[in-house]
């Protein structure tokens, strides 16, 4: 029933909002009424989705986002544009704004995001023109931000940005009354312009590495820090893992997710 309510709220208050345009000498349109009805759906639904079906079914329904707006911006015909210029090109601020603002409630947190947001709305409500653009918004995003997390707003409103986040290996053994599980990835990171011509750049980024168990569980799941090339990562969990990997639900936009978890083999001593 939740994800009934969620398609009739996304699939039709948007496209009004998204259509307007402000001024033509600003490229940001009227996308910030998209972005702020993207949260309020997110900030409304997927906290009980969440919760009411378990992180590894939430992957389910941030996966199918995500295919989405891989499939919107691979049938392209003019630019692809980041969030917070897109022209109202729908995979752009309906499936790729529900990725990024999931994603940036996970990383600033709810309180964060939800005070941000209250006090823009408050200072633009009902404004005249000149009217209030999405990079207004997405600089105070900025300014909230940790200086270690600087680059999260680059990379979710700025540009169009891109994991190659593969889980190599998941090992793991049994120690006493605990099990050290031994995850292996390879990691890489991409930019975009406008045509799609791609180059990786060097990555030192929060990433969530994550162990479940055979009822999909959660035996851990933190960010650590990751770099370039290959990271390994040892973990100790009280309950037998089933499954490990890197962003295991899917938060960061990745053209291959289905490489990110992996069944965990049990080796001896």
């Not at 997927?46 to 590894?56: H, R």
């Not at 964060?112 to 105070?140: C, G, H, M, W």
């Not at 940005?161 to 120690?175: A, D, E």
């Not at 050290?180 to 030192?204: A, Y």
Request: proline share 4%; net charge neutral; with cysteine.
């Amino acid at each position: 029933m939740k994800f009934s309510i969620y398609w009739v709220l996304v699939k039709f208050p948007f496209p009004s909002l998204c259509s307007i345009s402000l001024p033509k000498e600003s490229k940001a349109k009227v996308s910030i009424g998209c972005l702020s009805l993207i949260f309020l759906i997110i900030d409304s639904l997927f906290p009980s989705l969440s919760k009411e079906y378990g992180p590894l079914q939430m992957k389910k329904f941030l996966k199918y986002e995500m295919d989405k707006y891989l499939q919107g911006r691979g049938s392209e015909q003019k630019k692809e544009l980041p969030l917070m210029y897109n022209e109202g090109q729908q995979y752009i601020h309906y499936n790729k704004g529900s990725l990024i603002f999931y994603a940036l409630k996970d990383y600033l947190g709810e309180e964060t995001v939800n005070k941000i947001l209250r006090e823009y709305i408050n200072d633009v409500a009902f404004q005249k023109a000149p009217f209030t653009r999405s990079t207004e918004l997405v600089e105070r995003f900025k300014k909230a931000v940790p200086e270690d997390k600087k680059y999260l707003i680059e990379d979710f409103f700025e540009t169009i940005t891109f994991y190659c986040n593969k889980t190599k290996s998941v090992i793991f053994t049994k120690n006493d009354d605990k099990y050290e599980v031994i995850i292996e990835s390879d990691n890489k990171k991409f930019r975009s312009d406008e045509l799609g011509e791609e180059h990786e750049i060097s990555m030192n980024d929060y990433i969530d590495v994550g162990i479940f168990d055979k009822d999909e569980n959660i035996l851990y799941l933190e960010k650590r820090k990751i770099k370039s090339g290959e990271n390994i990562f040892h973990i100790y969990v009280d309950k037998k893992p089933y499954k490990a990997g890197i962003d295991p639900i899917n938060k960061l936009i990745d053209k291959n997710p289905k490489d990110h978890l992996l069944k965990a083999i049990e080796v001896q001593k």
